[in-house]
């Protein structure tokens, strides 16, 4: 973590730790907070979240609202792929490699899954479970030459992704929709590949997130899920520290985040729906140089300009980014991948 230390210290100044303690003492205040009631330690692994009606609608309407705005900033400086790249740990990055990172990010998911590519096995039908502008669902598809269906909370991504198709002539092949990830417009055991890149995280009840992911997955459908978690709790441990549960909350003011979960909590919902060759790994290390560069990118004039521009949930999005890195930095947030297969 030595070079994300180094790359943290160059990049957050002191006028943007002032502004994240500002927003912190505001949201503290605030009767705004999308995730008040939702928030805490470790979920359950015997059950869902219990979210009330109001709240939840709540929490789709702010992110469906969040990502709405900031979309467009992303895509300007980042590219179609709105999720992490994956990096060879303490290497020097330049701002070049970001993007290509990202595609070796949905390369080295594919991998980890084992989803095969011989032309019998290969999957020919996929959903993008929170899928962004479909940066994703469009490469998978080139890649397998496969049917693909994404869905978004937000109508701002849902039609980029769809123009975006359509100016790569893949209209015929990938099409996507505004759709509760928790409640799939899918038939059952409708795909061969199930896909999240960093949506769970957004999901109040990760129970029904998984059953939803399980329920269209074909039989012997792979499931990938790439998301943020906290750490493991040691055992006898019940809950996350006080101090860890201050520095997450912040963040989920930020990015309209329901409670946290930890990779083994993952893990043992999915073997409670029977699922199997369940296997996961951490990969912070391997993200640890994207949340400097996008600090850096914030403090570029393009970068101030389209968030000046873009409103203030993205500015309250990006002056939290440092938490991000203190969050990787003190081991409390994790980078997962959790993949699964369903019984045949």
Not at 154 to 174: C, E, F, M
Not at 208 to 216: G, P, T
Not at 227 to 239: A, K, N, Y
Request: with cysteine; net charge neutral.
């Amino acid at each position: 973590m030595a070079t994300m230390r180094a790359l943290y210290g160059a990049c957050t100044s002191a006028l943007l730790t002032t502004a994240v303690t500002r927003q912190s003492s505001l949201f503290s205040a605030s009767k705004q907070q999308p995730c008040q009631q939702l928030r805490g330690g470790a979920i359950s692994a015997k059950g869902g979240m219990a979210v009330a009606t109001a709240d939840d609608q709540r929490l789709k309407k702010g992110i469906a609202e969040f990502y709405d705005e900031s979309s467009g900033v992303w895509e300007n400086i980042w590219g179609e792929h709105m999720h992490h790249g994956f990096y060879d740990p303490d290497t020097v990055v330049q701002i070049s490699d970001h993007r290509s990172a990202q595609i070796r990010m949905i390369e080295q998911a594919l991998q980890f899954a084992s989803v095969p590519e011989d032309s019998q096995k290969k999957p020919k039908s996929i959903v993008d479970v929170g899928c962004g502008i479909g940066g994703s669902s469009r490469y998978i598809s080139r890649k397998y030459g496969a049917e693909c269906y994404g869905i978004t909370l937000s109508p701002v991504q849902a039609k980029r992704a769809n123009d975006l198709a359509a100016a790569q002539g893949l209209a015929n092949k990938v099409s996507f929709e505004v759709a509760d990830a928790l409640n799939q417009p899918f038939p059952d055991g409708k795909f061969d590949l199930v896909w999240s890149m960093e949506s769970g995280e957004h999901m109040p009840d990760k129970l029904k997130f998984v059953s939803e992911l399980a329920r269209v997955a074909a039989p012997g459908g792979t499931i990938i899920i790439v998301t943020w978690c906290h750490r493991d709790l040691s055992p006898g441990e019940e809950s996350l520290r006080p101090e860890e549960k201050r520095l997450l909350d912040k963040i989920c003011d930020a990015f309209y985040l329901p409670a946290w979960c930890s990779t083994s909590d993952y893990v043992k919902l999915l073997e409670s729906l029977s699922l199997q060759d369940i296997k996961s790994a951490d990969w912070s290390e391997n993200v640890a140089p994207f949340w400097p560069a996008v600090i850096r990118s914030a403090l570029t004039w393009e970068g101030l300009t389209s968030l000046l521009q873009s409103g203030w949930k993205t500015i309250r999005g990006a002056l939290v980014m440092p938490l991000m890195i203190e969050g990787f930095n003190k081991g409390v947030i994790k980078f997962s991948i959790i993949t699964c297969r369903k019984p045949e």
